[in-house]
């Protein structure tokens, strides 16, 4: 990965630079690559996903799909009949 880079420049506490700098030593690493990782990792970790169920939801009105207004409570009898009429 061969990024430009960008300078950034924040405070921290007395308490998270023992930390930082702990964490770089242990892994042999910068502490800016300590930073980028845990920036990385708190993305992955953190960042909210959005709900497969809505997106689902919203492409089938995307595409106009004609469903009965009962669809979300008789969900399961309409998958086991297409099923069934599939066979």
Same mark, same amino acid.
């Given at each position: 990965?061969?990024q430009?880079?960008?300078? /950034? +420049?924040?405070?921290?506490? +007395? @308490? @998270?630079e023992?930390?930082?700098k702990?964490?770089? %030593? @242990? /892994?042999?690493?910068? &502490?800016? =690559?300590?930073?980028?990782?845990?920036?990385r990792e708190?993305?992955? $970790?953190?960042?909210?996903? &959005? $709900?497969?169920?809505?997106?689902?939801?919203?492409k089938? /009105? =995307?595409? %106009?799909?004609?469903?009965?207004?009962?669809a979300?409570? $008789?969900?399961? +009898?309409y998958?086991? &009949?297409?099923y069934? $009429? =599939? /066979?």
């Amino acid at each position: 990965m061969n990024q430009s880079m960008k300078r /950034k +420049q924040f405070h921290i506490t +007395q @308490d @998270d630079e023992r930390i930082l700098k702990a964490l770089a %030593k @242990d /892994k042999g690493m910068s &502490e800016a =690559e300590i930073v980028r990782e845990a920036i990385r990792e708190y993305e992955t $970790n953190h960042v909210k996903q &959005e $709900n497969p169920l809505l997106a689902m939801a919203r492409k089938a /009105k =995307e595409l %106009k799909v004609d469903l009965p207004s009962d669809a979300s409570v $008789n969900h399961d +009898q309409y998958l086991l &009949e297409t099923y069934e $009429n =599939e /066979k």
